[in-house]
T-cell receptor
Framework: KAGVTQTPRYLIKTRGQQVTLSCSPISGHRSVSWYQQTPGQGLQFLFEYFSETQRNKGNFPGRFSGRQFSNSRSEMNVSTLELGDSALYLC???????????FGSGTQLSVL | AQSVTQLGSHVSVSEGALVLLRCNYSSSVPPYLFWYVQYPNQGLQLLLKYTSAATLVKGINGFEAEFKKSETSFHLTKPSAHMSDAAEYFCAVSTGANSKLTFGKGITLSVRP
């Protein structure tokens, strides 16, 4: 069974641009969560989706948004990029809400 | 609100020595507690979790952790370190049937030959 797949693996953008990151969960998993990992702030929760609905949201500005499709795949979007958005963005999927999370390898975003 | 404290950012042990990584939590409701490991350029892998069953939790790769409510602690141990244990370890807490985890800052474990 394939694991959680995140694309692209690496991304370089400049300030002010927007970016879309993609996450394909493990087949059959219905819940997808996103986390941001930075050296300074560590791992911080962004959002959680289940059955195409956002169930939980972390403390991030409105520039960060996401969605989940009917096949459980998820995307997150960051608009008007800032230098501080440089981070490893991790996606995790689970069979249902509150169950064991399986993490992808992440997308490393660099904002120049 | 919940939080996790992992004291220190780096622990170094000799191969074969005891591994002890400390984690203290704060939670207003009974917590679910987790330990994750992250190898370089990889995502997080669940080592073990506590969900109010047995207080001593056994995980993968020979790791275990003990939930101590009186000390609000959930320290991770392994009797004998192996070179392959070198990685970053994160303690995390959640408080309900959702996937929102609050992580500690992480501890880098180095294993000396």
């Amino acid at each position: 069974k394939a694991g959680v797949t995140q694309t692209p693996r690496y991304l370089i953008k400049t300030r002010g641009q927007q970016v879309t990151l993609s996450c394909s969960p493990i087949s059959g998993h219905r819940s997808v969560s996103w986390y941001q990992q930075t050296p300074g702030q560590g791992l911080q929760f962004l959002f959680e989706y289940f059955s195409e609905t956002q169930r939980n949201k972390g403390n991030f500005p409105g520039r960060f948004s996401g969605r989940q499709f009917s096949n459980s795949r998820s995307e997150m979007n960051v608009s008007t990029l800032e230098l501080g958005d440089s981070a490893l963005y991790l996606c995790a999927s689970s069979l249902n809400l509150g169950e064991k999370l399986f993490f992808g390898s992440g997308t490393q975003l660099s904002v120049l | 609100a919940q939080s996790v404290t992992q004291l220190g950012s780096h622990v170094s042990v000799s191969e074969g020595a005891l591994v002890l990584l400390r984690c203290n939590y704060s939670s207003s409701v009974p917590p679910y507690l987790f330990w994750y490991v992250q190898y370089p350029n990889q995502g997080l892998q669940l080592l073990l979790k506590y969900t109010s069953a047995a207080t001593l939790v056994k995980g993968i790769n020979g790791f275990e952790a003990e939930f101590k409510k009186s000390e609000t602690s959930f320290h991770l141990t392994k009797p004998s370190a192996h070179m392959s244990d070198a990685a970053e370890y994160f303690c995390a807490v959640s408080t309900g049937a959702n996937s929102k985890l609050t992580f500690g800052k992480g501890i880098t474990l180095s294993v000396r030959p």
